[in-house]
């Protein structure tokens, strides 16, 4: 593949078009976050809702669920509609539903650019980079090293430039250079000013989590009061499955809800490991963790904001390694679109694989899972671009190639694909060409032709002869240079200066304080 | 990646692999056509359904399709439904619908091996091998070269070889160094005795079609009658867009007619260059031209098998060049699917790409085109392995990395993934682990965990460091080594000697009479 990458700039490549065209590294389709025009797939029959969702309400009801967090426990107790054992707490369903049902529908976060506004829930459909994996992989180095700030910036960038990413998750990748105790205020800074899409706290630890908010609060030029009126950020916790929440993730969980932000929580049931090995098995177990996580915070905060989030997989019963993007996860995702429909819950879920680099093991897997997403009714897909070996790398590479499958789904729920007006069905224009002709040069043609077919910025549609005269470059090393072309020609969004020096402010007298501790 | 090919031996390989397992090259799943239990994804409402089928209706009453084969119009003249003007044929609507009621909404193939039959409709989706690509392209070679009868017979092992190949569609590459007035009697030697599944004859001229049709009788050890009784072989035709049927392929399908086997018609309609630039115009044409076809089909024999086919795609509008597995390509194979239905015909798809070697590409467009013909409802789904550059170009890596997808397919329509019993639901299971534990030593695990998920046979799941001391060998080049070991260890089906000898036989007796010839 090295090769590849020697051939790629021999051909002029990508940098030499963008500069015909006037700057443009790509083109690419504009912000429009798409709404799912499809029903959504549902393997399960209304027997088999009700199956689940039984069973999500004995496990609540009959085993209960951890809570790692004194202040949790108390909260439930208060509400008296638990069961409190020591640290375990069950809820019956009437008094699950009745919180649930507190909960929007859909709601809205608004990120310091309000135009970038995201609706979560009704049928919208958002898509999030890669979080968290603590190692990069590209091209050029050619291995897998521990993340640094400058890739997890440069992932920041590709989040920024792609339209079709519409919020940015946790860090792209761990920034191993920066200190545990002020990595959060670094990578806030990068992501704040980098970007302007939503953007999410990780909760590991209340000062953590305190200054995130207060970082997304400054960038938004917000007061207090308008901060906590409505979403201007979100959060994303995950149980420690089997049956647990752990203390720091409720902690910043109820923090979030308190002040009315973004609340989604993901349980990660591995079938065969931290689940039944039985797929609906692991979905009533992830939903029962997810839903008491939802009941807590509408117990803080009648009405918080939440979505429900899936990670139901399994792992291969001859190694133990997580599988991503198989059938098994594929209806797995489904079968909890149908169960967050039930509870009237927006929905959660991601774009993974196993491989390892950015080739089609990558995409088959990638694809699978990003198309159960949309097929579930998923109104949030996390990790969408970018992600490699289970989420433990982040490759700009994969995350290149990954946003050309969104740019498809964005365009294939574009109704005018399956219009059916007499202009669509074009009796006239057939009638016109007859049986001798082509479709080239008519009218109805020159009409739309510009519009009317999607257009790849990565795929190559030449054929063999002409894709190997320009130096037969494989889709990775092509996605390599328009990661480099992009990052070349970077622009960060504008950014008020008296906001950017408030926040640089911040982020100078919390280290000077020390950041956050670092025994978690 | 020639370097990855090197390193893959190295490793030990998987032909390693397969001895310490006694000979199986992989564990790939049993043959078992799957039943698609998924509702389709219907993006036209009924009055879409409607317009589309109206669009279709006027271009046969209004426009009318050429058949270019005297015969044909004849016969068509002699129905008394049609409006005749030379070459030109209108059909009204009410004739139309009348006629395509006499075809049965499913229908069987029986190959020599009985225990290959295969039923086309009914919910059935059946996978076939690429076809007809002039060129090949492999990672040893390593670049683009004409087909020779040796790589066509590999190709056809990878066919016999893989449960997921369904049908042995046409040459899977064709082999430009036997001369075309005897290709037919090598090929059709070479599908019969290397494979005994579902075969096809293609259309052209009689010649071909009679011996392919006598080879299919003689392989089966059938009588003419026994032939004529039920479908044993199918062929597929495609009119020559825009509006056009022409001779061989109409002289071919009404052979094929007469004898009572199966006939699939599939327009290649080109949104932008054979078909109007809007999707729906490009299907309601697809449709016109492969329902007179049917039409004739019927007029010659009532209730002869039929299906019909989709390959509406769009142009690149700057270059030309044909688009493949495009959201406009999912949608158009949708809407055909929901016309399928409203007709009561069975219908065809296909995988395809435009990507000119095995990579990310080459993934994501075939994918797409998969899943899309999954969602479509479609019963055959041809060049559903293999396939490149538009149809140029037949690749056996590409062939072992589509099975991997096909196996996904047939996986995802296992009920048993989202059975939702008190067994699956698994209460008592999670009851049992608690908070505390982990489900891999359970009874319930262990009751189920050999058949509970889904086992690749080329995605590689190990951890990156694994995967890299085993040589780093990327998706390509481990298909490439699938593809070799299969290749190694291929052992024919059984073959009846005195069937072997009658079909050398024939073959040598028509070889002797000069072949087919070749002014086509």
């Not at 809702?49 to 809570?67: K, N, S, T, W």
Request: net charge negative; charged share 20%.
């Amino acid at each position: 593949m090295a090769e590849d990458l020697k051939r790629r700039k021999r051909g002029g490549g990508r940098a030499g078009n963008a500069a015909r065209r006037g700057g443009a590294v790509i083109e690419q389709m504009p912000w429009n976050p798409p709404v799912n025009i499809d029903r959504p797939t549902e393997p399960l029959g209304p027997e088999g809702v009700q199956a689940i969702h039984d069973g999500a309400m004995r496990i609540l009801e009959e085993i209960g669920i951890a809570f790692l967090n004194p202040e949790a426990v108390e909260i439930l107790r208060a509400s008296g509609g638990c069961e409190i054992d020591g640290e375990n707490v069950r809820m019956g369903r009437d008094f699950v539903m009745e919180m649930i049902a507190k909960a929007p529908e859909s709601w809205t976060i608004t990120p310091r650019n309000p135009d970038r506004r995201l609706t979560i829930g009704a049928g919208h459909l958002n898509f999030g980079n890669v979080s968290s994996p603590p190692s990069y992989w590209d091209m050029k180095i050619g291995r897998k090293v521990t993340g640094t700030r400058e890739m997890c910036q440069n992932l920041l960038k590709l989040s920024q430039y792609f339209n079709c990413i519409h919020f940015v998750g946790g860090y792209p990748v761990e920034p191993q250079d920066i200190h545990a105790s002020v990595r959060h205020l670094d990578v806030l800074y990068d992501k704040l000013t980098l970007t302007d899409k939503v953007a999410h706290a990780y909760c590991l630890g209340k000062e953590r989590v305190e200054d995130v908010m207060e970082m997304v609060r400054i960038a938004g030029g917000l007061s207090h009061e308008a901060f906590e009126a409505t979403p201007h950020m979100y959060t994303n916790i995950n149980s420690t499955s089997p049956l647990k929440h752990d203390y720091p993730m409720l902690d910043g969980w109820m923090r979030l809800a308190r002040r009315g932000q973004g609340l989604v929580v993901t349980p990660f049931t591995l079938a065969g490991a931290m689940a039944p090995v039985t797929m609906a098995g692991a979905v009533a177990q992830s939903l029962a963790e997810a839903l008491c996580a939802v009941v807590l915070a509408q117990v803080i905060r009648p009405g918080a904001p939440c979505a429900i989030g899936t990670f139901t997989s399994n792992v291969d019963m001859k190694s133990g390694a997580p599988a991503f993007g198989t059938p098994e996860y594929m209806r797995a995702t489904q079968m909890t679109g149908q169960l967050a429909r039930f509870y009237r819950l927006p929905m959660r879920a991601s774009g993974v694989c196993a491989a390892n680099v950015p080739d089609g093991q990558a995409m088959w897997e990638t694809s699978n899972s990003l198309w159960s997403a949309v097929q579930a009714g998923a109104n949030m897909v996390y990790h969408a671009a970018g992600w490699l070996e289970g989420g433990l790398i982040a490759s700009p590479e994969k995350f290149v190639m990954d946003c050309e499958i969104l740019q498809h789904i964005q365009r294939y729920m574009d109704p005018m694909l399956t219009a059916t007006g007499p202009d669509e069905i074009a009796v006239d224009a057939i009638r016109e060409v007859g049986g001798q002709g082509h479709f080239f040069g008519i009218q109805h043609t020159q009409d739309r032709y510009t519009t009317a077919f999607y257009a790849p910025f990565l795929s190559d549609w030449r054929n063999y002869e002409a894709w190997e005269a320009a130096g037969g470059v494989w889709t990775p090393a092509r996605a390599h240079q328009v990661f480099q072309d992009i990052i070349a020609g970077f622009e960060a969004p504008p950014m008020d200066e008296s906001i950017r020096e408030e926040l640089a402010g911040f982020v100078e007298r919390r280290k000077a304080e020390g950041g956050a501790p670092t025994d978690f």
